[in-house]
């Protein structure tokens, strides 16, 4: 029988459309600076040892249940369940979001570690935070070789609503991290698959938020594929990560980093693209890959 959080993420109370999802979409972000370790933002791997440090931390004040890969049965279940834990399927081949971003960035030599939290899931946000910073504190390896990172500073912010860009005939998207998405054909334009992507996360995203989505999928996917694109990408030469759930196996991180220019009938697309810049777009989202940022051409 599902656990309660299980019950409620897959039976979500209400839909929405794209412009209501944005207007109600509900995140923070916890920020937490790590003084001199701002070379490993550059380190493609990093992300994937936060996680790792994360993970070990909150199992200290999870349940048997959850550790062991179960649904924690204490009320509310612990962090480990609702962080880690997969809750089922949006769809038979689409699995529910895990509710959280991590990204990397540096800053004047110091490491800035982003966790970003979705939806009811922030109701777990303090130990989630907390577990964080003991996670660099005591689990990440410093610049140096020794054990831990110095943390300076950390600091919270609550963000209810996106922003749609105004409606323009033309913009571009900014990938700050690679892309990694699966075309049919290489020489295929970006844009479709790219909306496909999206579409897929963010409605396994929306469970987070008590919602499905009513939208027209077709129909967005023909006005993807009726833009003018041009892209100006680079190849990334890729790493590969463990996976702790699949039992050490490697997987291979890839992608492209660069620009997509577009031009046509944007504004039926700019919900969705306004509530990726917040979840991030194609393979190994969770972990910073596709991170972009919407700017107009």
């Known amino acids: 029988m599902p656990s309660p959080l299980e019950q409620r993420v897959r039976s979500p109370y209400r839909q929405l459309t794209l412009s209501e999802l944005a207007g109600q979409w509900f995140h923070a972000l916890v920020a937490v600076r790590a003084s001199g370790a701002g070379v490993l933002a550059h380190n493609p791997r990093a992300p994937g040892w936060v996680r790792g440090a994360l993970g070990e931390q909150l ?12 649904p924690c049965p204490w009320q509310p279940p612990c962090s ?4 880690f834990r997969s809750q089922g399927h949006v769809t038979p081949g689409l699995e529910i979001a895990k509710p959280y971003t ?9 490491l800035i570690v982003e966790l970003r939290v979705f939806g009811f899931a922030t109701d777990w946000l303090e130990s989630a935070a907390d577990a964080l910073v003991r996670a660099l504190r005591q689990g990440i390896r410093a610049p140096d070789g020794s054990q831990g990172l110095t943390v300076a500073d950390r600091q919270t912010q609550v ?18 991290t690679p892309l990694a998405l699966r075309r049919d054909e290489p020489s295929a334009p970006l844009m ?15 469970r987070w938020q008590d919602a499905a989505i009513a939208a027209d999928w077709p129909a967005i996917k023909a006005t993807a594929q009726a833009l003018a694109s041009h892209e100006q990408f680079e190849p ?15 997987i291979p991180v890839e992608g492209q980093r660069g620009t997509l220019r577009l031009a046509g009938d944007l504004e039926p697309l700019l919900p969705l693209l306004a509530i990726g810049q917040t979840c991030h777009a194609g393979s190994h989202a969770a972990l910073g890959q596709g991170r972009y940022r919407i700017a107009v051409d």
């Open 59 to 70: 199992k200290q004040t999870a349940s048997a249940e959850a550790i062991a890969g179960q």
């Open 80 to 83: 480990l369940d609702v962080f």
């Open 102 to 110: 991590v990204g990397l960035a540096a800053d004047d030599g110091d």
């Open 159 to 176: 963000f209810e609503g996106l922003e749609i860009p105004p409606a323009a005939p033309r913009l571009a998207l900014e990938f700050q």
């Open 192 to 206: 479709p698959s790219l909306i496909a992507s999206l579409g897929n996360r963010v409605s396994a995203l929306a």
């Open 236 to 250: 990334y030469a890729g790493h590969d990560r463990s996976s702790a759930r699949q039992q050490g196996r490697r």
